[in-house]
């Protein structure tokens, strides 16, 4: 059956979303930087399976183009969303790693409950990672954590750097700091031996976006503003994998790197700190992934990777409301 105008309109609109979603994905090459729009990649998808439902209800041959898309970009699609299945590699010689932004324990009281704290800590006893990434940690909130004795903590800074931490049941032979130059973010690192083997864990927090979303797309001068803002962020975070790089140059040990992003699997940033790595999430992780909400968008912007080195036997997701930040964790193995 033959188009009406407002179908050919519409169709005009479903191929210029698809396009832009593929560009978005890395799917295709774009001669654009996309820096903003790349953490909004999901809610793209989401219209392009509205425009798929629609020609599907209306039996019009415009629905195979959502599948030609999903045909090219096939190999990001599992970045953005995984189904459940069964993992062939397993091991008994695993050790489970967990990463957890925790805004400082409640410190501000951002959120109306009582002794967060205590409930993160009962969270942690009863999932029983062996290594915890803390990022925005704090000693003054922190709870006391009795089942890790090793442990390493970012130096105390003068200049307000946020704190973070690494947590270990297994004992840390060499640790590092990472100073983000003109940033109150940083990393380190911590050299973990299990059953005699050593791996160096990273623990990353890149620089933060601390943008106000409520009135910045409203006018044209704010939406201007935020991509000025992004594009600095950005290339701050650029700056900081560098230094990171620099420092493994002389790691001799297979990496483990926790990361808060501050961005998303489909960045620059992303794709430069993931070379020649693997993602937890898109190894054994089901769903959305989400580790952060934004005004009720899922979003996915903290990552464990990891060296090829390791397999993963397991990853998972977590839905508590203890921060602003979702923990997620993987089980590894030793190749």
Known sequence: MKLNFLQK????????????????????PSLFEFSIMNLFVPIIVLINIGFFIYWLLRSKWVFLLFMLSFLIG?????????FPRTLIHKSTNTFKVMTYNVRLFNKFDWIKEANVSKEIERFISQEQPDIICFQEYSKSEAPTLSSYPYSYIQPIQANGKSEIAIF????????????????????????????????????????????????????QANSDGLQL??????????????????????????LII????????????????????????????????????????????????????????????????LSDHLPIMTTLAWD
């Open 9 to 28: 309109l519409i169709l005009l609109i479903n191929i210029l979303l698809l396009i832009f979603q593929l560009m978005l994905m890395g799917s295709i």
């Open 74 to 82: 096939y190999g990001e699609w599992g970045l953005l969303y995984q």
């Open 168 to 219: 270990s049941k297994f004992p840390i032979t060499n640790s590092g700091y990472i100073n983000f130059e003109n940033s109150t973010n940083s990393g380190i690192f911590s050299d973990i031996e299990h059953r005699g083997k050593i791996a160096r864990v990273y623990n990353l927090h890149l620089e933060s976006l601390r943008i106000n979303f409520k009135d910045t797309l409203v006018t």
């Open 229 to 254: 803002k992004f594009n600095q962020v950005f290339k701050k975070q650029l700056e900081q994998i560098k230094q990171f790089e620099e420092v493994d140059l002389s790691n001799k040990y297979p």
């Open 258 to 321: 926790c990361t808060d992003l501050n961005n998303s699997q489909f960045s620059s940033i992303y794709r430069t700190l993931k070379k020649g790595r693997l993602d937890t999430f898109k190894q054994a992780g089901t769903g959305l992934g989400t580790t952060f909400q934004f005004s009720f968008f899922p979003l996915r912007i903290d990552f464990i990777l990891i060296d090829p080195t390791f397999k993963v036997n397991n990853f998972k997701s977590y839905d508590v409301n």
